[in-house]
């Protein structure tokens, strides 16, 4: 058996989907979009330096990147595994709070495995985009296909997306 759902709710349900940043300004809450991307190496480490000084900073997942202040406006931020994550900065000057976020990729050097398809499988391409490495191109032989097939089985041990458009020569 059917029960009839009051008009009244059905457009609350949509207006609370299709809700804008605005109207979450309006109920009280603002969102934000990150500022900029850092790109860091595995097992590497970068020195930030902002223009103004930070009250507190935070990293959204540990396991991905860490995170110290050097001074009240430098921060190192060291890559710890591959991933995507972010980092917020909080600044707070005359009595006014600033939230800034920015997305931190921590990434794997793919150049080796590059170098090794130019050898094995000439025709088939890897690109990296943050976190997501996509392979395109075609093998003409079983050893060229197993070599490729090999590679993208070590970028996902790796951590990455792994994105494979590879067929037939």
Same mark, same amino acid.
Do not use: H
């Given at each position: 058996?059917? !029960?009839?759902? $009051?008009?009244?709710?059905?457009?609350?349900?949509?207006?609370?989907?299709?809700?804008?940043?605005?109207?979450?300004? %309006?109920?009280?809450? #603002?969102?934000? #979009? $990150?500022?900029?991307? *850092?790109?860091?190496?595995?097992?590497?480490?970068?020195?930030?330096?902002?223009?103004?000084?930070?009250?507190? +900073?935070?990293?959204?997942? $540990?396991? *991905?990147?860490?995170?110290?202040?050097?001074?009240? @406006?430098?921060?190192? +931020?060291?890559?710890? =595994?591959?991933? !995507?994550?972010? +980092? =917020?900065?909080?600044?707070?000057? %005359?009595?006014?709070?600033?939230?800034?976020?920015?997305?931190?990729?921590?990434?794997?050097?793919? @150049?080796?495995?590059?170098?090794?398809?130019?050898?094995?499988? $000439?025709?088939?391409? +890897?690109?990296?985009?943050?976190?997501?490495?996509?392979? !395109?191109?075609?093998?003409? #032989?079983?050893?060229?296909?197993?070599?490729?097939?090999?590679? @993208?089985?070590?970028?996902? #041990?790796?951590?990455?997306?792994?994105?494979?458009? *590879?067929?037939?020569?």
């Amino acid at each position: 058996m059917f !029960k009839s759902i $009051p008009l009244r709710a059905i457009c609350a349900a949509l207006t609370f989907s299709i809700a804008s940043p605005s109207d979450a300004q %309006q109920a009280g809450y #603002t969102v934000t #979009t $990150p500022s900029a991307v *850092i790109e860091i190496g595995v097992s590497m480490a970068v020195t930030v330096t902002l223009g103004t000084p930070f009250s507190e +900073l935070s990293i959204a997942n $540990p396991e *991905i990147a860490d995170i110290s202040s050097l001074s009240e @406006t430098q921060l190192y +931020l060291l890559g710890k =595994t591959i991933g !995507k994550t972010t +980092l =917020t900065v909080m600044r707070e000057q %005359q009595d006014v709070f600033d939230v800034t976020d920015y997305t931190i990729v921590v990434f794997r050097e793919i @150049t080796p495995l590059q170098t090794f398809l130019a050898g094995a499988a $000439p025709s088939v391409d +890897l690109s990296r985009d943050g976190v997501t490495v996509t392979a !395109k191109g075609c093998v003409d #032989t079983p050893r060229a296909a197993a070599a490729a097939e090999r590679v @993208t089985r070590e970028l996902e #041990t790796w951590g990455y997306v792994t994105l494979a458009d *590879i067929g037939a020569c």
